[in-house]
């Protein structure tokens, strides 16, 4: 059985808290690649990345889950403000943190990315050398096209942004955070305003430690952060499981379209919150990414 420790590490913002998964010592010997791993927008280590991480420690690597910024059970303010550029800053401090741990091979560093977290692990690894491989799981990766098809058009998009322009003068007149739910399908402001099984059922991601609230003035940075542009700047090995019936497919195709480096794509079946905590989902990703890494690192 892998073994779990809770870890706290700190980058230039917060500390952060995570979760760290190694190998069962009865077969490990020596140091292990590392995989740090990030879950979807606004989710906490609890609701997917912990079960990816225990997943690819099952498989013989050393993996790191966190709670970001603000979130979870790390520290940070404002709470539950989704930043692209504030989460690869944490990526970069969990895999400071992974590196020199001493059951991790400090040169043999992954990032795997469920969702919104595709775009963030394609981020750091366009910028960090470290990063030698990616796997991005059922990955949410947009550009201003795709926003617009999510999001309303042009003019959802702008009414966005002016919600979040008045919800940035109130922060910084009164240090209030104004917030929507994540998920809610009475709310038509929620950031996904959608009955959403995963996120509202205690029983998968509807925890706890997930409040289901999103800082209103987070939204540009979330609207305009352009993850095709990033593709062409990433040049190493990266494998893409993806389904036809999961989130925006056509960005996934467009990435992988534009990868500098080694690719690979595998088609699956399941709709998107499947591959958060759902079986065969989970198993079938965690496998290639294991069978990936151990190619790649």
Request: contains cysteine; charged residues 25%; negative net charge.
């Amino acid at each position: 059985m892998p073994l779990r420790e809770h870890v706290r590490f700190a980058d230039d913002a917060a500390k952060l808290a995570g979760h760290l998964f190694l190998p069962d010592p009865a077969g490990r010997i020596g140091p292990v690649p590392g995989v740090v791993v990030a879950g979807t927008w606004t989710s906490v280590k609890e609701q997917m990345a912990d079960r990816y991480a225990e997943e690819l420690a099952r498989r013989g690597f050393a993996a790191l889950s966190f709670d970001f910024t603000g979130y979870g059970e790390s520290g940070g303010r404002p709470r539950d403000y989704e930043s692209p550029e504030l989460k690869v800053q944490d990526l970069r401090a969990a895999a400071d943190f992974l590196t020199r741990h001493p059951a991790v091979s400090d040169m043999h560093l992954g990032a795997l990315g469920v969702c919104a977290g595709a775009m963030y692990v394609s981020a750091f690894a366009a910028e960090d050398p470290r990063v030698r491989s990616l796997a991005l799981v059922a990955p949410w990766l947009h550009d201003r096209r795709l926003c617009e098809e999510n999001y309303g058009g042009p003019e959802g998009i702008e009414a966005k942004k002016a919600a979040a322009a008045e919800a940035r003068r109130r922060y910084e007149d009164s240090g209030q955070v104004a917030y929507v739910p994540v998920v809610s399908g009475s709310d038509p402001d929620a950031a996904m305003p959608f009955d959403i099984d995963f996120y509202l059922n205690p029983k998968r991601g509807g925890i706890a430690q997930w409040p289901n609230r999103f800082a209103v003035m987070a939204w540009p940075g979330w609207l305009d952060f352009d993850a095709v542009a990033i593709a062409p700047q990433v040049t190493v090995p990266v494998l893409l499981v993806h389904s036809e019936d999961a989130a925006i497919p056509d960005g996934a195709r467009r990435f992988h379209h534009g990868l500098a480096g080694p690719k690979r794509f595998l088609w699956t079946e399941g709709a998107q919150f499947d591959f958060y905590d759902q079986s065969p989902q989970v198993d079938f990703a965690a496998d290639a990414a294991a069978e990936h890494f151990a190619r790649t690192l």
